[in-house]
């Protein structure tokens, strides 16, 4: 569907990639054979050093799996620390950053109060053309904000203190292909439902309006997507819910969801394609990956340990838990509906997507992150002002940027959670951020 070349052919170029790399993958069934399923991968050295350099997972299919692992894997390894170019680096000052496109992120309030800090940044290049823009490496590489990465941000002249920066920061928007427009392809998709999750959360949880979710009857599937339903039914052992959340951009965005217990936290696995089948299908396919990865920690069930700096804000902390129980019980249920009309190509698939972005008035930014011999890309793509709230679900202290303010400020009974003074102690507070955050 979103592929230029045939699997065969992919898996071929991505095992002569690691070859050339001196990487051996070390995959595993997890699923032990089912369908759908999850396979994971290992990059190992020759030498066999341990930790590995990298992993991955992949969800579908057998083979669909397998390849999917291998270049999860090959992605994290081209766009870690491994493969970190010191000179690619400039350093750019906050004021002009905030200033610029990423002006409506979440994190431009923390840069604005440090306007002469100067940031480790990377050139991104207009898709469709236009100017360049510096955007912060710790944006989307966790790994160069950790304390371990001191000496890497050295090497780049980069003394920022990034403490309180990091929440902000995950690799979404990284992805690998055997063209650019494949990769990109798949890091802009992942960026729009990043975005779609983000504004689920916010409609669900920041809003006082009832939110009313969308729920496709499983009665209504076709067969592929049917049995990957009932693989995900039979391995979570809980009802699954297969949510329409496409955002206002159009671009259709499912969510396979479980509700958290007291036992066990939600599990989730989302989708976004131009196509609604596949969109659901990596869904449902996501959801069983989780479950089954769950197995590699060898737990017998997972925790989620309760951010302590959430207590203050019981707004948050639900994001946090992420627990749609009373939602679903007023949610719309539809029939599941085929959208034709879908182009074939990927990059027909891009362009599209990057007209849809631009009539809504977001620009995609990317920048080339690696290109091997067996034709091979890494890229980052990054859509100013698209939300990345989602951080909040694995207990990093987030708040919403200016998209997710505009669809809290609809509400007017929300308004003073993002922005309004209240008082506290007889004093009128800044509620731009909850308590347990302020000064940060």
């Known amino acids: 569907m979103e592929r230029v070349v045939p699997l065969w052919d992919a898996m071929r170029r991505v095992t002569a990639a690691l070859t050339q790399l001196g990487l051996t993958p ?10 759908p399923s999850a ?5 190992l050295t020759e030498e066999g050093a341990s930790p ?14 397998r390849a999917g692992a291998l270049f999860e894997a090959l992605e994290h390894y081209l766009t870690g620390p491994d493969w970190f170019d010191p000179t690619s680096v400039e350093l750019v000052e906050s004021a002009h950053i905030v200033t610029g496109p990423l002006r409506r992120e979440a994190c431009s309030v923390l840069l604005a109060r440090t306007p002469g800090a100067r940031l480790g940044c990377c050139r991104y290049r207009a898709l469709g053309g236009g100017r360049e823009i510096p955007v912060p490496l710790f944006l989307w590489a966790p790994w160069y904000a950790e304390t371990w990465a001191g000496s890497l941000r050295e090497r780049a002249g980069d003394v920022c203190d990034y403490g309180q920066l990091m ?41 006082d309006a009832d939110f009313r979710p969308t729920v496709i009857d499983p009665a209504t599937l076709p067969h592929d997507l049917a049995r990957a339903y009932s693989a995900a039914e039979r391995l979570t052992g809980s009802p699954v819910y297969l949510l329409d959340i496409t955002s206002g951009l159009n671009v259709p965005t499912m969510l396979a969801y479980t509700a958290p217990t007291s036992r066990r936290p939600h599990r989730r696995g989302a989708g976004t394609s131009l196509s609604a089948s596949y969109a659901a299908w990596r869904a449902l396919t996501e959801l069983v990956q989780t479950t089954l990865g769950e197995t590699l920690s060898g737990a017998d069930a997972p925790v989620r340990d309760e951010p302590p700096r959430l207590a203050d804000c019981p707004e948050l902390h639900a994001c946090w838990r992420f627990d749609l129980t009373d939602h679903l019980r007023d949610a719309r249920t539809i029939p599941y509906s085929h959208a034709g009309g879908t182009p074939d190509h990927p990059s027909d698939q891009l362009s599209e997507l990057i007209s849809i972005l631009s009539a809504h008035g977001y620009i995609p930014y990317w920048r080339l992150v690696a290109a091997l011999p067996e034709e091979i890309v890494a890229v980052h793509a990054v859509v100013p002002g698209l939300e990345r709230f989602m951080l909040i679900i694995d207990g990093n202290l987030v708040l919403p940027g200016q998209r997710g303010h505009d669809v809290v400020r609809k509400d007017a009974g929300a308004a003073a959670l993002l922005g309004e003074p209240r008082t506290h102690q007889g004093k009128a507070v800044d509620r731009s951020c909850p308590p347990a955050w302020r000064g940060c």
Not at 55 to 64: D, I, S
Request: proline share 1%; net charge negative; hydrophobic share 40%.
């Open 26 to 35: 070390e995959l595993i069934d997890v699923g032990r054979g089912g369908d």
């Open 167 to 207: 929440r902000y920061s995950c690799n979404s928007g990284s992805a690998v292909g055997v063209t650019a427009a494949e990769a990109l392809l798949h890091a802009l998709n992942e960026t729009i439902e990043r975005d779609a999750l983000s504004l689920l959360l916010v409609r669900a949880f920041l809003c």
């Open 52 to 65: 590995p350099m990298a992993q991955g997972m992949g969800k579908g299919r057998r083979e669909e799996a």
């Open 39 to 43: 396979w994971s991968c290992r990059l």
